[in-house]
């Protein structure tokens, strides 16, 4: 062909420069002969056309925009991690798939699956994933013809006449998808529902640790009361026994001042332990999904804390956190909307398509010599448009900008919470140690003050002392004893761990 400013060595030789270029040719090759049979069918210079359009419009997306695709995204590769953690003593073994068992309290496991069958908020993340997923059904759409039909009846009436038809009628159209813009904002939109499905896990998860410390913080209370109770009973017969040395003279009325006081003290602690109950029962369950009437039924003692847990490598971390691969979908999402943008700047091929017939007889719309009809294929190049096809491009790597350093961030703080649920477990256990023995030492030193106190040998306010001191101390004991139970749900948690 005289003229011809390409040829095939040409796009052979782009095909080798540039990857997209090569695509461009594959799809186009697939594509256009479609669209160019349908405009002309039984055209016999297709054959010529075809290798001039494409290329022309190749050439065309090579001269508005450079090859434009997103970046691969390794979680690994863009976080630095550490080879192990830094708190010592925490084993490197895989952890544990499931933790909830490592409790061995069926009454919690029971809990646990009840809010995760019944939990409002749950269902509604849920719904959440159920609606993301959808849309990307939607945006997705726009890369396949769309085609509607219509069918009617109309009637005209005039001064002379009156008459009728009936019509069916039809109209296609169709934007070729070559630069593969319409599919990186399917894309982007199927990642953003990855990211939505990867939060509902990590709010399932959450779910589970929040039932499970609110059980247990339940269980703290209660036997909190149950302390406050006991220590009330010993204070009476404390105050029977001052009355008693009272009466006899052997003791001044400020002593009895003093431990009627401690008394009402006593049972004002009672009333706040036992309004802490219902304020964590109500709580538990509306997670259960239950109306918040006070009504749950618990046992009495907490349970023995699992034995030390293997924490696995920092690097596992970021493939197996919910939140980590919700902010690692989210950021690919960003590079694909990034790429749909920057391929907004290149010519759109359209393919449309109407027709329909109309008779007065139905039976008559279904015969193909009536059909009039009409294809065009059409080709539009953005030339000017104020800035804003290139303002959506830097708003969309904005964007991206802001979703790599969110990433970064959440990796830091999950980081921290590992570390920091190590180094708390180590701690609370010498914590509760301490405050075990420190409750052994205080019963026997109350036992020692109440003889002493009947032998006349100390005052009043020693014995009293001694009884808070044992109030205190195993008050402090039981909230540590809970402190271990719910750091090590936060650890479970913080390393991502299955229900």
Same mark, same amino acid.
């Given at each position: 062909?005289?003229?011809r400013?390409f040829?095939?060595?040409?796009?052979?030789r782009?095909?080798?420069?540039?990857?997209t270029?090569?695509?461009?040719n594959r799809?186009?090759?697939?594509k256009?002969?479609?669209?160019?049979?349908?405009?002309?069918p039984?055209?016999?210079?297709?054959?010529?056309m075809?290798?001039?359009?494409r290329?022309?419009?190749c050439?065309?997306m090579?001269l508005?925009t450079?090859?434009?695709?997103a970046?691969?995204r390794?979680?690994i590769?863009m976080?630095k991690?550490?080879?192990?953690w830094?708190t010592v003593n925490?084993?490197?073994?895989?952890?544990?798939?499931?933790?909830?068992?490592?409790?061995?309290?069926?009454?919690?496991s029971a809990?646990?699956?009840?809010?995760?069958?019944?939990?409002?908020?749950l269902k509604?993340?849920?719904?959440?994933v159920?609606?993301?997923?959808?849309q990307?059904?939607i945006?997705?759409?726009?890369?396949?013809?769309?085609?509607?039909?219509?069918a009617?009846?109309?009637?005209?009436a005039?001064p002379?006449?009156?008459?009728?038809a009936f019509?069916?009628?039809f109209t296609?159209?169709?934007?070729?998808?070559?630069?593969?813009?319409?599919?990186?904002a399917?894309?982007?939109?199927?990642?953003e529902?990855?990211?939505?499905?990867?939060?509902?896990?990590?709010?399932?998860?959450?779910?589970?640790a929040?039932?499970?410390?609110?059980?247990?913080?339940?269980?703290?209370?209660?036997?909190?009361a149950?302390?406050a109770?006991?220590?009330?009973k010993?204070?009476?017969t404390i105050?029977?026994?001052?009355?008693?040395?009272?009466?006899?003279? $052997? @003791?001044?009325?400020? /002593?009895? !001042?003093? &431990?009627?006081?401690?008394? =009402?003290?006593?049972e004002? *602690?009672?009333?706040?332990?036992r309004?802490?109950?219902?304020i964590?029962t109500?709580?538990?369950?509306?997670l259960?999904?239950r109306y918040?009437?006070n009504?749950?039924?618990?046992?009495?003692?907490l349970?023995?804390?699992?034995?030390a847990l293997a924490?696995?490598?920092p690097?596992?971390?970021?493939?197996?956190r919910?939140?980590?691969?919700?902010?690692l979908?989210?950021?690919?999402a960003?590079?694909?909307?990034?790429?749909?943008?920057k391929?907004?700047?290149?010519?759109?091929?359209t393919l449309?398509?109407?027709g329909g017939?109309?008779?007065?007889? $139905? @039976?008559?719309?279904i /015969?193909? !010599?009536? &059909?009039?009809?009409?294809l =065009?294929?059409g080709?539009? *190049?953005?030339v000017?448009?104020?800035g804003?096809l290139?303002?959506?491009?830097?708003?969309?790597e904005?964007?991206t900008?802001e979703?790599?350093?969110?990433?970064?961030?959440?990796?830091l703080n999950a980081?921290r919470?590992?570390?920091?649920?190590l180094?708390a477990?180590?701690?609370?256990?010498?914590q509760?140690?301490?405050?075990?023995?420190?409750?052994e030492?205080?019963q026997?030193?109350r036992?020692?003050?109440?003889?002493?106190?009947?032998?006349?040998l100390?005052e009043i306010?020693?014995?009293?002392?001694?009884?808070r001191?044992?109030?205190?101390?195993?008050?402090a004991?039981?909230?540590?004893?809970?402190q271990l139970?719910?750091?090590?749900?936060d650890?479970?948690?913080?390393?991502?761990?299955?229900?």
């Open positions: 062909m005289p003229g400013i040829n095939a060595a040409g796009v052979d782009a095909c080798r420069l540039c990857p270029f090569r695509w461009l799809e186009m090759s697939i256009l002969p479609i669209a160019a049979s349908l405009l002309t039984g055209t016999s210079g297709n054959d010529q075809l290798p001039d359009l290329l022309l419009i050439t065309i090579l508005t450079s090859c434009a695709t970046p691969e390794n979680a590769d976080t991690s550490p080879p192990q830094a925490a084993p490197a073994n895989p952890i544990a798939t499931q933790w909830l068992s490592s409790f061995a309290d069926p009454a919690l809990l646990v699956k009840d809010a995760l069958n019944n939990n409002y908020d509604a993340a849920a719904a959440r159920d609606s993301a997923r959808e990307a059904r945006d997705g759409a726009a890369r396949w013809p769309q085609l509607f039909f219509a009617g009846y109309r009637r005209d005039l002379s006449s009156e008459t009728g019509e069916a009628l296609m159209s169709w934007e070729i998808d070559v630069w593969g813009r319409i599919k990186a399917q894309q982007a939109t199927g990642q529902a990855e990211a939505v499905a990867a939060d509902y896990h990590g709010a399932r998860l959450s779910l589970a929040r039932t499970a410390q609110s059980y247990f913080e339940l269980l703290e209370a209660n036997l909190q149950e302390v109770e006991q220590s009330i010993d204070r009476r105050v029977e026994l001052v009355r008693g040395r009272f009466a006899r003279g $052997l @003791t001044r009325g400020l /002593d009895l !001042r003093l &431990v009627l006081t401690d008394l =009402a003290n006593a004002a *602690q009672l009333a706040g332990s309004n802490q109950v219902q964590v109500r709580r538990l369950e509306v259960l999904g918040p009437g009504r749950l039924k618990n046992r009495s003692a349970p023995t804390p699992p034995t924490a696995g490598l690097s596992e971390l970021l493939t197996r919910p939140d980590l691969i919700a902010a979908s989210r950021l690919q960003s590079d694909s909307r990034v790429e749909s943008a391929k907004t700047l290149l010519p759109r091929i449309t398509a109407a017939t109309g008779s007065p007889a $139905l @039976t008559e719309l /015969d193909p !010599r009536a &059909v009039a009809w009409n =065009a294929m080709l539009v *190049q953005p000017f448009t104020g804003r290139k303002a959506g491009i830097r708003l969309n904005a964007r900008e979703a790599f350093n969110q990433y970064q961030s959440t990796a980081f919470e590992v570390e920091q649920a180094a477990e180590f701690w609370l256990r010498e509760e140690q301490a405050l075990k023995e420190a409750v030492q205080t026997a030193s036992k020692l003050a109440v003889y002493s106190y009947r032998q006349g100390i306010l020693t014995l009293l002392d001694s009884y001191s044992t109030l205190n101390a195993q008050s004991h039981l909230s540590v004893q809970r139970l719910s750091n090590r749900i650890l479970y948690l913080a390393l991502g761990g299955g229900v």
